[in-house]
């Protein structure tokens, strides 16, 4: 029984990540709590099915028109360099604090995705491309260590980030789904090294992720954005709050 919550959750995961881009920031806890891994364990395992569920997306978004690759080669430059770094730092912190640091950037990617649903802004450096790529190098190398760090895929971090800075929502999402792609193979491959990985439910978890993706895919190019991007910042709040709660033993 709790295997079957665990692959429905997986399936909601793949949900989110294709239809709003966060959503894999919510498979560490259930790893950790249905699936009884460390919290080590858990977000090594969630990073490696991020490649895949990154792969389906990309193909989805790219086969609609939706990813715009000046704003997204920069952010993976950034990313695939320091994902490895972020898993280096996971394997010297206890995992009382990765759970900590964890809940706090859900708790931040679900306040701000909520905050800013119907605003919009200007793109940050519109009429100066040299700076804002140098900018999106350095939001990737953020999302990058942040990911490998923590196990928390690219979008958790790159979606509520880019959309601080004004950029469109429909290719943020897009980008998303190409810089979980390089965060988790750079933080896997740091892993692969310091970490461990409980190779069946990595297996069985993608499966239920990337079909879930597909539908995610379909339901963001059909609905409004804006509200599902609403209830996922409300969500992340909710369960980053209880993760917090949670690692302090309350």
């Known amino acids: 029984m709790t295997i079957a919550w665990l692959l429905a959750v997986s399936l909601v995961v793949g949900m989110l990540i294709g239809a709003v881009g966060i959503g894999g920031i919510l498979l560490i806890p259930a790893l950790n709590i249905l699936g009884g891994l460390t919290i080590q364990e858990a977000m090594a395992t ?6 895949f569920t990154g792969v389906i997306g990309t193909f ?18 950034g990313a695939a360099i320091f994902g490895f770094f972020g898993a280096w730092a996971n394997a010297k912190i206890n995992a009382q604090a990765l759970s900590l640091i964890l809940s706090s950037i859900i708790v931040f990617a679900g306040i701000y995705t ?22 999106l190098i350095g939001v990737g190398a953020v999302v990058g260590f942040g990911s ?30 190409v810089i979980q792609i390089l965060a988790a193979l750079s933080g896997t491959a740091g892993n692969l090294q310091y970490g461990s990985f409980d190779y069946k439910l990595l297996v069985i978890c993608t499966l ?6 597909v539908a995610g895919v379909r339901i963001v190019h059909a609905m409004n954005a804006q509200v599902l991007r609403g209830s996922v910042g409300v969500l992340c709040i909710l369960v980053g709050a209880g993760l917090m709660v949670r690692a302090l033993g309350f």
């Open 208 to 213: 239920f992720e990337v079909a879930g993706v």
């Open 60 to 77: 989805s978004f790219q086969r609609r028109g939706s990813i715009d690759w000046s704003i997204t080669v920069p952010l993976c430059i």
């Open 114 to 135: 909520f905050y800013t649903k119907n605003k919009k802004k200007s793109v940050i450096f519109q009429n100066r491309p040299r700076f804002q790529q140098a900018l």
């Open 148 to 177: 490998g760090l923590t196990g928390v895929g690219g979008p958790a971090l790159s979606v509520p980030m880019m959309i601080l800075l004004g950029f469109p929502p429909l290719s943020t999402i897009g980008a998303s789904q």
């Open 46 to 51: 969630a990073l490696a099915t991020f490649i």
